[in-house]
């Protein structure tokens, strides 16, 4: 079974709805992120949480929330989805290093293809 | 100009070739990850280096920290090696990855 799932794996929807992205990983690791892909760009950081009391924003955050329910999750929200928030996104882990700035590996979910019409 | 950056966008290469990948970034870092990302879209990582040079298999990755530029190698390229290269440098003493756009690698037999 994968490390790190994500569901949906592939989602349309309209302009102005709400849609949540799960993210779920089983590595035991503290930190977890959210990114957004887009065609020749490269990956963006939108929200990241380094325990389940600690979320921050990236640098895209406008248009998103998050919640991060336990260690294991991490759910992404888009409160009114709109057109151009239509991309690729990624959710991903890491372990915390020792001097509390994480230089480990960072493991990616498989994406999930949003739509937004 | 972007913090991180990546030459060439797009390589096409014949199986067997030696194939090189580079990367520039104009921050201080922490470590460069370099990433490999599927045709159907999932991304593995496949190195994170912060000195020197790392090999797995047929992947070299090194890094000159000096002159804050990476390369990823693949020696006796594959189709199977058919990807987007991704590189990510880590700004130091934070958790921010900035990534680069990608190099679109195609392997022919």
């Known amino acids: 079974d994968a490390d790190v799932t994500q569901t949906p794996r592939n989602r349309i929807t309209k302009t102005g709805k709400r849609i949540m992205l799960e993210c779920s990983q089983t590595?035991?690791?503290?930190?977890m992120y959210w990114y957004r892909q887009d065609p020749g760009l490269g990956l963006r950081l939108i929200y990241y949480s380094f325990d389940v009391k600690d979320i921050n924003k990236g640098e895209i955050s406008d248009g998103y929330s998050v919640s991060r329910q336990a260690q294991a999750k991490f759910s992404l929200s888009l409160e009114s989805a709109i057109p151009n928030q239509t991309a690729l996104y990624f959710c991903?882990?890491?372990?915390?290093?020792?001097?509390?700035?994480?230089?480990?590996?960072?493991?990616f979910g498989p994406g999930t293809r949003l739509t937004v019409l | 100009k972007n913090e991180v950056e990546q030459s060439p966008q797009n390589l096409t290469a014949q199986e067997g070739e030696f194939i090189t990948i580079n990367c520039s970034y104009s921050v201080g870092i922490s470590a460069l990850h370099w990433l490999q990302q599927h045709p159907g879209g999932g991304i593995v990582s496949l190195f994170m280096l912060s000195s020197g040079k790392k090999k797995h298999g047929r992947l070299i990755a090194t890094i000159n920290i000096q002159e804050k530029h990476s390369s990823l190698h693949i020696t006796a390229s594959h189709p199977r090696d058919s990807a987007v290269y991704i590189c990510a440098a880590l700004v130091y003493n934070t958790d921010k990855l900035i990534f680069g756009t990608g190099t679109r690698l195609q392997v022919f037999p």
């Open positions: 590595k035991g690791h503290d930190r």
């Open positions: 991903a882990t890491s372990d915390s290093g020792l001097a509390g700035t994480s230089t480990d590996t960072q493991y």
